[in-house]
C-alpha cells in the first residue's frame, strides 16, 4: 500500500499573504492541524501547524484589548511563522516508509508531491486508522495474541490450523519479541470459537498470551 493510495487530495493549503487568524479558522473548520502554504502561482513554499500559529497568537493573560487583537494577527502572515524547509514524500513512497519518516522527524504529516507539483498529504491521523484496519479493529472476531518462533513456516502452519478449524483470518500483524528467536503475533479470526483457537495453538506448542472475542461497538 503506498501513500497516493491513502493520501488526503486535494490537500487544503493557505496562501503565503493570509492571516494568522484566516489560517486558524481554515483549520478548525477544516478540522485539521496543519497547512501546506503556497505562493500565488500554487507553489508550496512551506508548511504550518496549528502549534505554529498558536505560538504567534497573544494568550489570555495579554493587555491587548479586544479590538487590538485581530489588527495584531492580521498582520503576521503564513510566510512569517512558516517552515520552509519542508520534509515530504513522493505518491509511490509505502505507507510504512512515511511512518518512519515521520516517527524520526518528529512531524506529524507529510505533503505528498508529484515532482514539484502538491497533490496531497499524509498524516499521523491517516496511518492511525490504516493501524486500525491491519488490526481489523472493525471487524467481528476473536482476537489472538501468541508468541511464535522466528522461523520458516511457522505462519503457515497456524493459518493451516485455523482453515483447518473452518476459520477465517480477516487480519494479521507482527512485532518483535522479547529476543530475536521470537515475535509477538496478534490476529483476528472470524468462525471460530475462542476454546478452538487456544486448543489449536496449544496443539503448535505456541504460547497464548491473549483472546478474546471483539465485537462491533
Known amino acids: 500500500m503506498l501513500v497516493g493510495n491513502r493520501m ?3 490537500p487544503i493549503v493557505a496562501p503565503e499573504d493570509a492571516s494568522v ?27 504550518v501547524s496549528e502549534q505554529d500559529l498558536l505560538r504567534v497568537s497573544p494568550s489570555q493573560a495579554t493587555s491587548l484589548s479586544a479590538y487590538e487583537i485581530p489588527a495584531l494577527l492580521d498582520k ?16 509511490d513512497t509505502s505507507l510504512e516508509e512515511a511512518a518512519r519518516i515521520m516517527a524520526d ?3 506529524s504529516g507529510l505533503p505528498v508531491m508529484r515532482g514539484d507539483k502538491l497533490v496531497g498529504i499524509i498524516t499521523e491521523t491517516d496511518l492511525f486508522k490504516i493501524f486500525l484496519e491491519f488490526l481489523g479493529a472493525r471487524e467481528c472476531g476473536v ?19 485455523i482453515a483447518a478449524l473452518g ?5 494479521m500483524g507482527t512485532i518483535m519479541g ?8 496478534t ?31
Not at 487568524?21 to 508548511?47: C, S
Not at 510566510?79 to 513522493?90: F, G, H, L, P, S
Not at 482476537?143 to 490450523?161: C, D, F, H, M, Y
Open 8 to 10: 488526503t487530495h486535494p
Open 21 to 47: 487568524d484566516e489560517a486558524l479558522r481554515l483549520m478548525r473548520n477544516e478540522k485539521i492541524r496543519r497547512l501546506p502554504v503556497v505562493d500565488k502561482h500554487g507553489k508550496m513554499v512551506g508548511i
Open 76 to 91: 503576521i502572515k503564513m510566510r512569517d511563522v512558516m517552515t520552509k524547509e519542508v520534509i515530504t514524500v513522493a505518491e
Open 105 to 107: 522527524s518528529t512531524v
Open 143 to 161: 482476537r489472538l495474541s501468541v508468541t511464535i518462533p522466528n522461523e520458516k513456516g511457522t505462519l503457515a502452519r497456524i493459518a493451516g490450523k
Open 167 to 171: 476459520g477465517n483470518i480477516m487480519a
Open 178 to 185: 522479547e529476543d530475536p528467536s521470537t515475535r509477538q503475533m
Open 187 to 217: 490476529m483476528r479470526v472470524a468462525d471460530v470459537t475462542e476454546d478452538q483457537l487456544i486448543g489449536a495453538m496449544e496443539e503448535l506448542g505456541l504460547q497464548v498470551l491473549d483472546v478474546r472475542f471483539c465485537a462491533l461497538a
